[in-house]
């Protein structure tokens, strides 16, 4: 491999880009314009202008991502997560430049991203599957029907979809029919595909996904599970690794289990297996969910206590390497809790915020880990996904890893858009997860009593801080007319030699 | 420079000005910026966004419910226009789909009312504030 070309932007970008790094490989990024000042752009060794904001036009342009290798001499493209990285024609566009795709052969991505197969897949592995199917009939009356047959309540989910995107909770026959219309919108917006799958909906399960590495000299590997049960409409905000509602029997069960499915689909690279858990403990049961054939947002996680680096355990298996352990090297040591930070308000209904970063200070602090590709000075864009950072806390135990994110959390300033920082706080505080007792369901049930508390009014002091601010920059800074952030010139503080108050 | 402030709530406390926008407060570390129009605070993980004392607030009287209700919240693309000018509609029905950042977010009418006219288009990159639809 000469030379690895990142098809994404943002943190993962940057995440994959420092991979490269370290494993002393050149990288290429790609941007948009609406990107030509991110960070993804200037860490990477070269960075080609791939088109406009709109993600059609550039992130997800499988032409102008191939003429981008091909004019930087790229001989292997990490698709990261989201975009093209599960789009088997991708995948398969690669191979036909000869060009390495970081992730399972197309034929796999194409098996497992259509629901009904890969549940195929998973009954002749031995794995349950929660009932559901992908009317062959896509008719509002036909998916009408099919949810009809699976029962209430249910799910409509994008047959090609992934990720929560443009799913779709139903719970009775008066919101099927415009259910269904708006879930084959987003459909087609998110994924050119608006075909739909009605699955049954379990009741407060717990998301409990496992990772697993296959390598192809037919070595299959599990590195335990992640728990990712704190979701707000499908999209995960808090994972965390061991779940709490694993014993190692169960956990034993559901790496076997996952590792059986990744043989059956002959699963190459990086994937991880998401089941539903209904219980906790030995008696529990798990059904299978889906399969994401791609580096998962929540993998620092398993990085933190396994000491496996996942993404260059993706180079190394795209490059025809042994995986170089067996399961019974692999241990989980400690625990690790991720959140993300995003740009969105969770006083309003988790509206997605676009907006310039005036003030952008990640912590530094032992067990931390951010992965971010935000930066002072820059902006979060209306194009693109809300998620802002990362922040990762590892410790011996979970309490630790806890208390280390609450207290790294406390001193992550984001000024200029509104966050989702101090709603992760109360999460973190809550007793439920606290005790570890969270479900799927978790922020339905508990979010609006968490909303309402992380929303407060400001101090005394947040007031005074603003009124002073507003004189002196109003005395002192006529000249910083741009009003774009603090630039160090403009700080009233600085200016205001001699004050004494 | 240090700065005594007698705070409402607080009682008196010391504000210090550590620069580059930090501030510290008593044994807390603080953050500040300023934006336009608002600005923002954050102490011990919470952001506190402060509006001014604005000389425009009489703009902020002037806009009624309607503008508020037929704008877009943010940035967002137009998806669907739902209704037709002439178009009579009831309160909560659907007049225009918006979509950003991979989300729907529905216009709906804040009250029954006739369609005057439409000001935007599908496929449109619409800013907030300003109104989608007018209703009579």
């Known amino acids: 491999m000469r030379r690895i070309l990142i098809a994404n932007r943002g943190e993962i970008a940057v995440r994959v880009i420092r991979a490269c790094r370290e494993l002393g490989i050149p990288s290429v990024a790609v941007y948009s314009d609406a990107d030509a000042r991110a960070p993804h752009v200037f860490l990477a060794d070269d960075a080609v202008r791939i088109g406009p904001a709109s993600p059609a036009e550039s992130y997800l342009s499988i032409s102008a991502i191939l003429d981008a290798a091909r004019k930087t001499g790229a001989d292997a493209i990490h698709p990261g997560y989201g975009f093209l990285s599960e789009n088997a024609e991708f995948a398969s566009s690669c191979e036909r430049a000869g060009i390495t795709f970081i992730g399972p052969p197309a034929a796999v991505i194409e098996r497992l991203g259509l629901k009904i197969a890969a549940r195929a897949i998973a009954g002749q592995a031995g794995v349950p599957v929660v009932p559901g199917e992908t009317p062959a009939d896509q008719s509002t009356a036909a998916i009408a029907a099919a949810a009809r047959r699976v029962g209430f309540p249910l799910l409509l989910k994008p047959s090609a979809g992934g990720g929560g995107i443009g799913m779709k909770t139903i719970r009775d026959e008066q919101a099927l029919g415009a259910g269904i219309e708006q879930a084959r919108r987003e459909a087609t917006a998110a994924f050119g595909d608006g075909t739909l799958y009605v699955e049954r909906l379990i009741e407060r399960p717990r998301h409990v996904e496992i990772q697993v590495l296959a390598d192809n000299h037919g070595s299959v590997v599990y590195l335990f599970e992640r728990e990712c049960s704190i979701q707000r409409r499908h999209q995960k905000v808090v994972e965390e690794t061991p779940s709490p509602a694993l014993t190692p029997a169960l956990r034993r069960r559901m790496g076997e289990a996952a590792v059986a499915l990744a043989r059956a689909a002959e699963y190459r690279n990086a994937g991880t297996v998401e089941f539903l858990l209904e219980g906790t403990g030995d008696r529990a049961s798990f059904y299978f969910l889906e399969v994401n054939t791609r580096l998962q947002v929540e993998h620092p996680v398993t990085e933190r206590v396994t000491g496996v680096d996942l993404v260059h355990g993706q180079i190394a298996i795209a490059r025809g390497d042994r995986l170089p352990w067996s399961q019974e090297s692999l241990t989980q040591r400690g625990h690790a809790i991720e959140v993300r930070v995003y740009a969105e308000d969770p006083a309003d209904d988790d509206l997605p915020q676009a907006g310039p970063l005036l003030l952008y200070r990640e912590p530094s602090m032992p067990g931390i880990r951010i992965d971010s590709g935000a930066y002072e000075g820059g902006e979060v864009s209306v194009h693109y996904d809300p998620l802002i950072a990362k922040l990762i806390a590892d410790g011996e135990t979970r309490e630790i890893a806890r208390r280390r994110a609450i207290e790294a959390l406390r001193n992550y300033p984001i000024l200029g858009i509104r966050t989702n920082v101090s709603f992760l706080i109360e999460i973190l505080e809550h007793p439920r997860f606290v005790s570890g007792d969270i479900d799927t369901r978790f922020l339905e049930t508990e979010g609006q009593h968490l909303r309402t508390r992380s929303a407060g009014s400001p101090p005394a002091e947040a007031l005074e801080i603003a009124s002073w601010l507003r004189s002196r920059s109003a005395d002192v800074s006529r000249r910083s007319v741009d009003g774009a952030g603090i630039d160090a010139k403009a700080d009233p503080w600085e200016t205001l030699r001699g004050f004494r108050g | ?136």
């Open chain 2, 1 to 136: 420079m240090r700065r005594r402030i007698r705070g409402r709530r607080c009682g008196v406390f010391v504000v210090d000005a550590l620069g580059n926008g930090r501030f510290r407060i008593g044994a807390r570390l603080a953050y500040a910026a300023r934006g336009r129009p608002s600005t923002w605070v954050f102490i011990d993980g919470r952001t506190y966004v402060i509006e001014p004392e604005r000389r425009d607030a009489s703009d902020r009287l002037h806009a009624t419910d309607d503008q508020v209700a037929l704008s877009a919240p943010m940035p967002a693309t137009v998806v669907t226009i739902d209704v037709t000018p002439g178009q009579e509609v009831a309160a909560g029905e659907l007049l225009v789909m918006l979509e950003a950042m991979k989300m729907e977010l529905p216009i709906r009418a804040p009250r029954a009312g006739r369609v005057k006219a439409l000001a935007c288009r599908e496929g449109e990159l619409v800013q907030p504030g300003v109104p989608l639809v007018e209703l009579e």
